[in-house]
């Protein structure tokens, strides 16, 4: 089943949504297959956002990243990295339409709230460069009948 990597950036640990966030995660019928909460070491975040070196916010967002504790995550499920896309909005929480997760809990592009990875590869990446296999679970969830055809 496919796998995306999703994280609750600082802003929105400090803001207490980590659990509507996991909460819309669950209830679309995504498998959470590994959760961990770390304070993401300055190298660890420039490695992670290593394709907009030399942008201008380049350095606002690895100091924004790395300034508080962010919750990583490996969703699974069928479509799991273009859904989760979807379910986060467009990058800028003002173009984000209501119901996605920028869209409701987000104003400004450099305070989003969520991650998520926008390709098979970059999940690929950032599910290695985040977690180790074994901290990532196999299990059935009890709805996957129900949910998949
Ligand atoms: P994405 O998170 O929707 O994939 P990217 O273009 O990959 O968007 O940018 C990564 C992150 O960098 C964004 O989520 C946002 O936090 C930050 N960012 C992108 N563009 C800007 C900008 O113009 N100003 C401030 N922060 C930005
Ligand atoms: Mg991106």
Redesign the pocket.
Known sequence: MERTFVMVKPDGVQRGLIGKILQRIEEKGFKIAAMKMTLMPVEKAKEH?A??VGKK?YQ??VDFITSGPSVSLVVEGRGAISAMRKL?GA?NPADAAPGTLRGDFGIE??R?VV??S?SAASAAREIALHFSDAEIASYKRIDEAWLYE
């Open positions: 956002y394709e907009h916010f606002d967002l986060n990058t592009t450099g989003n991650h998520g926008d």
